[in-house]
């Protein structure tokens, strides 16, 4: 943990002393599956941007670009690596287990759509990419997908930083208050195309 948090400190320091190199460097690694939080990193590079450092829409440009590069690198990864590098990941973290056990179900059951979900989601968000690499989705529809999500969570986590400033309590709060609903709303969601899914197949068998 330590490690982790000196690397994170490393990152911002980084950002600070860089300017934009820095900031594609922390988002591209954050996508790349590095263990750095979005939930820190974005809304401080909001927060950079609120006090003028960088243009407010110049970082969700960058980051966007960053996700996707960022991205693709994980997929390449996946795609000729495949499941001995997930299992690895998974015999090393737990929650890389539960994450990729939730991909696997997703994608299973959704297929494409899972991509878009998946990125508006901790540990899901960058896992996703050496998942769909593994099952050798078509990169096509892999970027374009994975481009939907990770703009809007770029833009909301950058939004937050920039608008509420040094508020990290407030931004805390929201961030939980999302998870909630986001989760109530994927379990919603995902049980309606369920039952679309029984009630077709039950239509094609009679």
């Known amino acids: 943990m330590d490690f982790i948090n ?14 934009y190199p820095g900031v594609f460097l922390a988002v591209f690694l954050e996508y790349s599956c590095f263990p750095l939080p979005s939930e820190v990193l974005l809304p401080f590079i909001g927060l950079l941007a609120s006090y003028g450092n960088f243009s407010f829409i110049g ?25 001995p590098i997930i299992n690895w990941l998974c015999s090393k973290s737990s929650g890389a287990k539960k994450s990729f056990s939730k991909l696997d179900l997703f994608l299973d059951k959704y297929g494409k759509p899972a991509v878009f979900l998946s990125r508006l ?3 899901t968000r960058t896992y ?15 970027i374009l997908y994975s481009f ?15 608008f509420l400033g040094e508020n990290t309590d407030l931004i805390q709060k929201i961030l939980k208050d999302y998870s909630i609903v986001a989760i109530s709303i ?11 899914f029984m009630k077709n197949r039950k239509k094609s068998s009679d």
């Open 128 to 142: 996703i990419s050496l998942a769909v690499g593994a099952v050798k989705m078509s990169y096509s529809q892999f």
């Open 59 to 83: 970082v969700i440009i960058l980051s966007t670009a960053a996700g996707l590069i960022g991205s693709t690198l994980c997929y390449t990864i996946g795609y000729f690596g495949g499941s």
């Open 6 to 19: 000196d690397f994170l400190n490393t990152i911002i320091t980084t950002i600070q002393g860089f300017g």
């Open 186 to 196: 994927l379990v919603i969601g995902f049980g309606f195309l369920a039952y679309k």
């Open 121 to 123: 989601f901790p540990l």
């Open 148 to 162: 939907g999500g990770i703009t809007i969570w770029n833009i909301v986590l950058i939004s937050l930083g920039y």
